[in-house]
Structures are given as C-alpha cells and as structure tokens.
C-alpha cells in the first residue's frame, strides 16, 4: 500500500502529464493548423509570419540588405546624434533592452530544441524567417516610434503593437489591440519572459552539477511528483532574489543592467563558438550541406519528405521567432522608449536585433551541433542545455570539458537573466495599455511575475517550451495583421527618409 506522500507525488506526476499532453495539443493546433495545396500541408501562421516579412521587404525595397552597414553604423552614434530627442532612454539602450529579451536562452537550448525536433534543416528555416524577419523588425520599430504616446500620469513613452493597431488602423481596431497586450502579458508571465528562461538556467545548474559533483549523498526534493536536485532549488531562489532587484526599479534599472550585461555576453558567447568552428573549420562546408539538405527532406525516405520539411520549417520558424521575436511584437514596445526624432532612424536601430541575435548568435550554436554532429533523437531531458553542452565539450577537445560546459552554464544564465528583465518591462507595458496607465495592477503584476520566476524550474521542458510557443503564435496574429496592413505607412515613411538623408536634411 502506497504511502500518502508517495500518492501524492504520483497524482501530482499524472497531473503534470496530462498538462504536459494539453499544453502540446494546443501547441499543435496553434503552430500546426493548415490548408493543403496539392496534397501538400501548408501551416497558416507560418505563411503569415513568412508572407508579412517578404511583403516588408518587398515595400521597403529589401532595404535590410542593402542599408544595414548603415543601421549598424546608427546602433553605435545614435546617442550623439539623437540628443535632446523625446524618449525615455538612449536609442543604444532600446535597442539593449530589446536585445535583453531577445538573446536569450533561445539562442542555446531553442536552437537546441528546434535542432532534436526538426533536425538540422530546421537551422535553414530559422535563417531564412530571419533575413525576412529583419525587414519586419524595421517595421515594428518605425511604426512603434510614429505612433507613440506619452502618459503625463505615469511620464512613461508608451508605444508598440496596441498604438500602431489603435491610432494606424483606426480605434474600430482596438479590440485587436487589446487581444495582442492580452496575450503579451501571458507571454511574460507564463512564456518566454519567465518559465523557460529560469528553466533552462536551472537545468544548466542541474546538468554541470550532476556531472562534476559527487550526489551519492546530496539529498533531492520532491516537488509536485518529480525530484529536484539542490542545484535546481538553489538555482531558483538566487534567480528569483536578484531578478527582484532589478524589476521593481522599472525600465531605467533594467535598461542600465542591459546596456552593460548584453555587450559582454553576446562577445563572450561568439567567441567561445568561433574557437569551435575554427578548430573544426574542415567540417564547415558539410555541416551546411547537412543543414540545406535536411530543410528540404532530401535524406528522407519517400514518404517521409514532405513531413521533414514542414516539421524543420515548423520548428525552425518557430524557435526562430521565440528567439529574435521579428513578427511577435514584443521588441516595438522597447524601441518606443528610444530618444529619437527619426521613426526609420529606429527602425533601422532594432532591425539590427534580428541580425545580431540569429544570424549571429543562433549560428553559432547551430553550427556546433552540425559539425559535431549531435544526434537529432534523443531523451526528451537531454534536448536542452545538456545537448549544446556535449556539443561544445566535443568541438573544444582541447579544453577540460568542465570548462566548456561552465562556459555553456554562464552563457545561458546570462542570456536568460537579461530575457527575463526585458519581458518584464515589455508585459508591464502591455498591462498599462489594458489598465489605461494604472501603476496599480503593475506593481502587483511585478510580484506575481517573481513568483513565476521562482516556479518555472518545476516545470517540464515540453510544457515550458509548448507554453511559450502559444503565447508567442498567439501574440503575432494581431500584429502581423497590422504590419501588413500598415506596410503602406511604412514604405511612405522610408523614402521620405531616405530621400531627406540624400539631399542632406537629415544628419547621417
């Protein structure tokens, strides 16, 4: 006869699967929902999300590969020439708050994950969604500085999706303004600002702390049916305590953290991958023929093709825009606060997120698991941290796999802490439009938002990942709706500034 206790942990277990289960149904209705063309399976949200940033770039003139030295170039001088702009902090520190939610554990157990799941071609889909996605993150940052709004109550700049849906699509749309901050406020509170950061973080703790730490007698915890180790709840607690800190000093603290955490951490991380890659240079042109010949299913059996294309595009879409949210909404938000007298101006500023964050950072990661070969099937526990973490032990033989594998550790605490900072600011802001400016339900929101920190490392990584991946799709309907149907705004707004720059009007 079971104990109590056992009994407990046994339903609590069940619960967790069946949540588990639910979470992926929805999951696959969401992300997996299609029409069929020719007896082929297309998936809606990921044509919407691909045909909305191809219309971008079409309307723009494909301006992300054309201008973006440019857009660089104002990422690095845009507090001198901006200043005395309107704006809550520097365009730079925008752009890091941005980047803070941004880089962020997407960018090494995502890749992950989309790479187990989808396979190598899934690493394809993500770039291709991105160098269109640039042209989309150009749009939502134009659009979220044109159409801002500054509230004398709060002295906040306020602005993204919700302000270009109410004032550039007229308030009839408000409703849909509202849907999108609604879902906003999920994605940080129970998404991609809380739950699978600080559990990727932990399990990164747990995983160095299982592989290098005698546990023969080190005690684990039993919570809701599953066992944690010390490392997992000491991993929390000081999460939950330092993220606490900085969230309820506002956007100024976090931005101020940002600016000096996101810098090192993106060097830190690149050249950590670049010692792999140049070590295993020779790998370099197979590792790309494996990635391109996995998009498009060519070492598929037959029958099989079609289902490992749309699940690498499926995958690789959607960890791409967990990763660099071009389409989401969440980086307009931020780039609203920008001092800045130019909307193009920060367009090109937050275009440069999306370049820096997966054609950059995601490739890094990416590439490691393809050159050192990782398996693509392998137990659902090892499908995050521990994954990037051989890869990076087996590319590096040089170096003491203790190291390789701290460095992974530290990257990802990073990466995940700033995430975390800026989902806050965004889902604040989001709740400041539903509550018209009430600091109120903020205040509290920030406490409920630490709880959700102090909870996400008792969560199953197919739960958390599932959770995020809703939020995230249900979030980009509303605004790739507006980005489409503001795109003539856009376009206006692009050659009027270009046009002003090449007669000197504008200082360059």
């Known amino acids: 006869m079971m104990s109590g206790m056992a009994l407990f942990a046994a339903s609590e277990a069940t619960w967790l699967d069946k949540f588990t289960a639910f979470v992926d149904k929805v999951d696959g209705k969401v992300w997996g929902t299609s029409f069929t063309i020719a007896g082929f399976p297309v998936p809606l949200l990921i044509i919407l999300i691909l045909f909305g940033g191809i219309w971008l770039t079409v309307r723009v003139g494909g301006l992300q590969f054309f201008r973006l030295p440019l857009a ?30 941004t880089i962020g554990t997407g960018n090494i157990v995502g890749v992950a994950t989309a790479y187990v799941a989808g396979g190598p071609g899934a690493l394809f889909w993500m770039w291709f969604a991105a160098l269109f996605g640039m042209a989309t993150k150009y749009a939502e940052g134009l659009l979220a500085v044109k159409y801002r709004d500054h509230d004398e109550k709060t002295g906040h700049v306020l602005g993204g999706p919700f302000y270009y849906i109410e004032k550039g699509m007229g308030s009839k749309w408000k409703p849909l303004a509202c849907v999108f901050a609604f879902f906003g406020i999920l994605a940080g509170l129970l998404g991609v600002g809380t739950f699978t950061q600080v559990n990727s973080i932990c399990g990164s703790f747990n995983q160095f702390f299982k592989s290098y730490v005698d546990t023969a007698n080190v005690h684990n915890f039993t919570i809701f049916g599953n066992e944690y180790s010390c490392a997992t709840i000491f991993g929390s607690i000081l999460l939950t305590f330092m993220v606490g800190m900085v969230v309820i000093g506002g956007l100024k603290r976090i931005a101020k953290v940002s600016e000096k955490v996101i810098p090192l951490m993106v060097v830190l991380y690149v050249a950590f991958s670049l010692l792999l890659v140049a070590f295993n240079a020779g790998k370099i042109p197979a590792a790309v023929a494996t990635i391109v010949s996995s998009a498009f299913g060519f070492k598929a059996v037959a029958g099989g093709a079609i289902g490992a294309i749309v699940c690498a595009m499926q995958m690789g879409v959607a960890r ?71 890869a990076f032990a ?57 709880v959700a920190v102090f909870v996400g490392p008792y969560m199953t990584i197919s739960a958390v990942w599932g959770i995020a991946d809703v939020v995230n799709g249900l979030m980009a309907v509303p605004n790739m709706i507006a980005l489409i149907a503001l795109s003539g705004v856009v376009a206006y707004e692009t050659r009027d500034y270009f046009k002003r720059l090449k007669a000197g009007q504008v200082e360059e």
């Not at 730079?92 to 980047?99: D, I, K, N, P, V």
């Not at 909404?329 to 275009?351: D, F, H, N, W, Y």
């Not at 796999?401 to 989902?423: E, K, P, Q, R």
């Not at 539903?434 to 205040?443: A, D």
């Open 320 to 390: 791409g825009i967990f990763s660099n949210e071009a389409g989401l909404g969440s980086a307009p938000i931020a780039a609203a606060a920008a001092q800045t007298k130019e909307c193009v101006r920060q367009g090109l500023v937050s275009m440069t997120g999306t370049f820096l964050d997966t054609i950059v950072v995601c490739s890094m990661t990416g590439l490691a698991l393809t050159m050192t070969n990782q398996p693509c099937q392998v137990d659902g526990a090892a499908t995050g941290a521990a994954v990037t973490m051989k």
């Open 72 to 101: 660089l170039k104002y990422m690095l001088k845009n507090e001198k020439v901006e200043s005395g702009a309107r704006g809550e902090v520097s365009s730079f520190g925008a752009l890091c708050t941005a980047l803070s939610a």
């Open 394 to 450: 087996e590319g590096i033989p040089f170096l003491p796999a203790i190291v390789t594998d701290a460095l992974v550790m530290v990257s990802l605490v990073l990466f995940g802490f700033t995430t975390i900072l800026g989902w806050d600011y965004y889902s604040e802001r989001c709740l400041e439009y539903l509550t018209n400016g009430r600091m109120g339900p903020v205040l509290v929101y920030r406490w409920l938002y630490i």
